[in-house]
């Protein structure tokens, strides 16, 4: 008998993991940032190099497992929706079948490690995985719906998302300029 439980643990394995490796990232570059506009000396009054490491882990760590974990949450619902709306599973049998994947992200989460002193690795990492997990999942679906019906849940998702994101670039790009436009030149 295989116990369904097992990979329970991954998803939050995972933020952790994912949190940790652009905590240290974003550590060093805040430690180089400190060192050319002469913070660091003042900061190494208060604090040892070590404990200052620690200090900025713990708080770019924590940032990072919230960020993921916003990711995850919004991720999981948009899906949750698409399945709602596309899915003729009255049994559950589909969502069991595509909760393996976790693997797939828990293996992306490690590889990140590989390329902890660069954000375009390690962003690409993330990417790549996303879209493995969603191919995955796209595939392990496709034996509980119609072609029809899984067209609508892939236009559904990628829809839902680049609005999503859309509007995140749209707010910033408009919070960027009125920050130009206050500025006096």
Do not use: C
């Not at 490796?21 to 190494?44: C, K, N, P, Q, W």
Request: charged fraction near 10%.
């Amino acid at each position: 008998m295989k116990n369904p439980y097992i990979f329970g643990y991954l998803p939050f394995m995972t933020v952790v993991f994912y949190a940790f490796t652009f905590g240290v990232y974003a550590v060093g570059v805040s430690i180089d940032l400190f060192h050319e506009i002469g913070l660091y000396e003042g900061m190494r009054e208060f604090l040892s190099d070590i404990q200052l490491r620690m200090f900025l882990l713990v708080l770019y760590a924590l940032f990072f497992f919230m960020f993921f974990s916003a990711l995850k949450l919004i991720g999981e619902t948009i899906h949750n929706s698409a399945m709602l709306f596309f899915s003729k599973d009255l049994e559950g049998k589909s969502y069991v079948e595509a909760r393996a994947g976790s693997v797939i992200y828990f293996i992306g989460a490690i590889a990140t490690a590989a390329g902890i002193h660069s954000i375009e690795i390690m962003g690409l990492l993330f990417l790549l995985t996303t879209i493995i997990y969603f191919i995955y999942t796209v595939f392990k679906l496709s034996k509980f719906m119609s072609l029809a019906n899984m067209i609508g849940l892939i236009a559904f998702e990628v829809i839902i998302w680049g609005v999503l994101l859309s509007g995140i670039v749209y707010i910033l790009l408009k919070l960027y300029n009125g920050v130009l436009a206050s500025l006096p030149i």
